[in-house]
């Protein structure tokens, strides 16, 4: 089993940032590629940003390219969502996710490839 918490969410003006935290307890952080999706009330979960277990590999929606940075400190067992220049529409509920590393990368924008999942935090973008 692997706990994830995440934290960092909040109220944010337009164009402001956010770091979110998402840290692991349970089995070896390292064995893990880890990802951030985001849900909006009404909507389906959608990925935003994956790391592969050494932190040597990322994948970005292409919403966030350029504005968004996922890292991860596997001696901290923690993965980061660093969020600028943020859009009312980015206003959403986001969740880390961690997945087997022995799964192909590629796969890291599905949620169905992920095993754990913790419980969320809101970020809220003001006009």
């Known amino acids: 089993q692997v706990q994830l918490i995440e934290s960092g969410g909040g109220l944010v003006q337009t164009g402001g940032s956010l770091r979110l935290s998402c840290a692991a307890s349970?089995?070896?952080?390292?064995?893990?590629?880890m990802g951030w999706f985001r849900q909006a009330p009404g909507q389906e979960r959608e990925f935003v940003a994956a790391i592969n277990w050494s932190g040597g590999v990322t994948n970005y929606a292409d919403s966030v390219k350029g504005r968004y940075t996922i890292s991860r400190d596997n001696a901290k067992n923690t993965v980061y969502l660093q969020m600028n220049s943020l859009k009312p529409e980015e206003t959403a509920d986001y969740y880390c996710?961690?997945?087997?590393?022995?799964?192909?990368?590629?796969?890291?924008?599905?949620?169905?490839?992920?095993?754990?999942w913790g419980q969320g935090t809101q970020v809220t973008v003001s006009s």
């Open positions: 996710a961690a997945k087997s590393s022995g799964l192909w990368f590629g796969t890291s924008v599905r949620p169905d490839v992920y095993t754990y």
């Open positions: 349970g089995r070896t952080f390292s064995n893990y590629d």
